[in-house]
Nanobody, 116 residues
């Protein structure tokens, strides 16, 4: 089993920054995908950013390109999402997801609220 715990959410003013963390534990060998998703009230969950472990390529939603950066620390088994220039439309619950042997594992999410 794989366990994911997100942290770092909170209330931030427009234009501000936050860094989300996702600590991964359990049987973590052979994880081949790590990603951040978000779900705003009344909307479907959507991909924000991901990393393909083999090769290290990253991918971003158009709405966050140039503002958000996904990264990982192998030693700490943690994936991060640095969010800059936050906008009210970034308000959502942010979820971490990893894939191991084609099985999706999700965290419980962390709430990000962008408001003045």
């Amino acid at each position: 089993q794989v366990q994911l715990v997100e942290s770092g959410g909170g209330l931030v003013q427009p234009g501000g920054s936050l860094r989300l963390s996702c600590a991964v534990s359990g049987i973590i060998n052979s994880i081949n995908y790590m990603g951040w998703y978000r779900q705003a009230p009344g909307k479907e969950r959507e991909l924000v950013a991901n990393i393909i472990i083999s090769g290290g390529s990253t991918n971003y939603a158009d709405s966050v390109k140039g503002r958000f950066t996904i990264s990982r620390d192998n030693a700490k088994n943690t994936v991060y999402l640095q969010m800059n220039s936050l906008k009210p439309e970034d308000t959502a619950v942010y979820y971490c997801k990893v894939v191991r042997y084609a099985i999706n594992y999700w965290g419980k999410g962390t709430l990000v609220t962008v408001s003045s």
